[in-house]
């Protein structure tokens, strides 16, 4: 006999019936009164088909476990994405008015090799989904950082300047985001 966990229940049918699950359990349904012997034997028999439903039972528990995950990955990343969009829209207010600079909007997603971006022409700020995991000081500095290229496109001595005059300890700030690999 092939070696799989087999539970055997005698009912009020006819014919043997098999069921693999997805906890890749063997059920077996069988008439009141038929030998052991038989039921092993005719186990025996559909040995192939049980390891053919087994592998197809594995195969949609590997998919649900995938799907499963995707979700959660998704409910993180919506979560997550939540908490950042609060912080910027508390923490922008607060730089725009120190400096005198305004954005026109600003937005949230995954980068790959930038913490932030701004659109100078347009005056769109952009932030890398990653800041949540790093602390507000960080997020401040990019705040910074970004709305400062409204001012100064470039990073010039002037930028940073800037920089400086509204936050001195950017520098501490800038390295915790630069020794990350993003």
Same mark, same amino acid.
């Given at each position: 006999?092939?070696?799989?966990?087999?539970?055997?229940? *005698?009912?009020?049918?006819?014919?043997?019936?098999? !069921?693999?699950?997805?906890?890749?359990?063997?059920?077996?349904?069988? #008439?009141?009164?038929?030998?052991?012997?038989?039921?092993?034997?005719?186990?025996?028999?559909?040995?192939?088909?049980?390891?053919?439903?087994?592998?197809? +039972?594995?195969?949609?528990?590997? %998919?649900?476990?995938? %799907?499963? +995950?995707?979700?959660?990955?998704?409910?993180?990343?919506?979560?997550?994405?939540?908490?950042? *969009?609060?912080?910027?829209?508390? !923490?922008?207010?607060?730089?725009?008015?120190?400096?005198?600079?305004?954005?026109?909007?600003?937005?949230? !997603?995954?980068?790959?090799?930038?913490?932030?971006?701004?659109?100078? %022409?347009?005056?769109?700020?952009?932030?890398?989904?990653?800041?949540?995991?790093? #602390?507000?000081?960080?997020?401040?500095?990019?705040?910074? @950082?970004?709305?400062? @290229?409204?001012?100064?496109?470039?990073?010039?001595? *002037?930028?940073?300047?800037?920089?400086?005059?509204?936050? #001195?300890?950017?520098?501490? %700030?800038?390295?915790?985001?630069?020794? *990350?690999?993003?």
């Amino acid at each position: 006999m092939t070696n799989f966990e087999v539970i055997i229940t *005698e009912k009020r049918i006819k014919n043997i019936i098999i !069921r693999v699950k997805g906890d890749m359990k063997v059920y077996v349904s069988c #008439p009141f009164g038929i030998s052991q012997d038989k039921v092993i034997e005719f186990i025996d028999s559909k040995s192939d088909w049980i390891l053919k439903q087994m592998k197809k +039972a594995e195969e949609q528990s590997e %998919r649900e476990q995938i %799907r499963k +995950a995707e979700l959660e990955d998704r409910n993180r990343y919506l979560s997550e994405m939540k908490s950042l *969009e609060e912080l910027i829209s508390k !923490r922008l207010p607060i730089y725009e008015e120190m400096t005198g600079l305004k954005s026109s909007s600003w937005h949230i !997603r995954e980068m790959k090799t930038r913490w932030g971006s701004c659109n100078t %022409r347009t005056k769109r700020l952009c932030f890398n989904l990653l800041l949540i995991k790093y #602390p507000i000081s960080c997020l401040d500095y990019v705040i910074l @950082h970004e709305l400062s @290229h409204i001012k100064y496109p470039n990073h010039s001595n *002037e930028f940073w300047k800037f920089i400086e005059g509204y936050m #001195p300890d950017y520098k501490m %700030r800038r390295s915790i985001l630069k020794n *990350e690999t993003i």
